[in-house]
């Protein structure tokens, strides 16, 4: 398995990009959210890989960060899905951005996405739910859940209490998190 590949970025075409590893160049499909964060044709990259190996092709898919390839793992693990709805799936939203719809089991964020219809959203919200947790950033993430925890504790519902953690400011402590989004809550 080829799990990254760092070298020089020889070429890009959406959605592929082509890296030149040691003279050797490999073509690598990458999601919209990592190909707009590449650097100029040229420069050092360095991509975490997914190697899909089919009766007809080998393919490598290539991602900016781990989180981005373990949500892309997990999307491709669900019947039906392949790897080219996992890259629009991934091109359409951020891995926080898709981990909050699970969440809040929200199929309106996943249906604009190309290509997923309302049933395809259904089957992802049903089959993703509690198995992104691990694709997302770690500290901050873990702070917010902590706040949604205690929230759910004091009886509002998971999507109350994800709203109200939605506007928290990035590295609050969770004592005060929770003073904010109760705050938040009676406003609302």
Do not use: C, W
């Amino acid at each position: 398995m080829i799990g990254r590949l760092t070298g020089r970025l020889a070429a890009k075409h959406p959605p592929q990009v082509l890296v030149d590893v040691g003279g050797v160049a490999y073509e690598v499909d990458v999601p919209m959210s990592t190909f707009y964060n590449l650097p100029a044709s040229g420069e050092a990259v360095s991509l975490f890989t997914h190697l899909v190996v089919r009766e007809d092709a080998h393919v490598l898919y290539g991602f900016a960060t781990l989180e981005e390839r373990s949500a892309f793992r997990q999307l491709i693990r669900i019947s039906g899905v392949g790897a080219r709805t996992a890259l629009a799936v991934l091109s359409g939203l951020s891995v926080a951005d898709l981990a909050q719809a699970v969440m809040l089991q929200d199929g309106s964020r996943l249906v604009k996405v190309p290509g997923i219809g309302k049933k395809t959203a259904e089957r992802l919200l049903l089959e993703l739910k509690g198995k992104l947790a691990e694709a997302l950033p770690g500290p901050a993430q873990e702070r917010a859940s902590d706040v949604v925890n205690a929230l759910l504790g004091l009886g509002y519902s998971e999507k109350e209490a994800a709203a109200a953690v939605k506007g928290l400011a990035p590295g609050l402590p969770v004592a005060e998190g929770i003073r904010a989004a109760l705050k938040a809550l009676a406003k609302g």
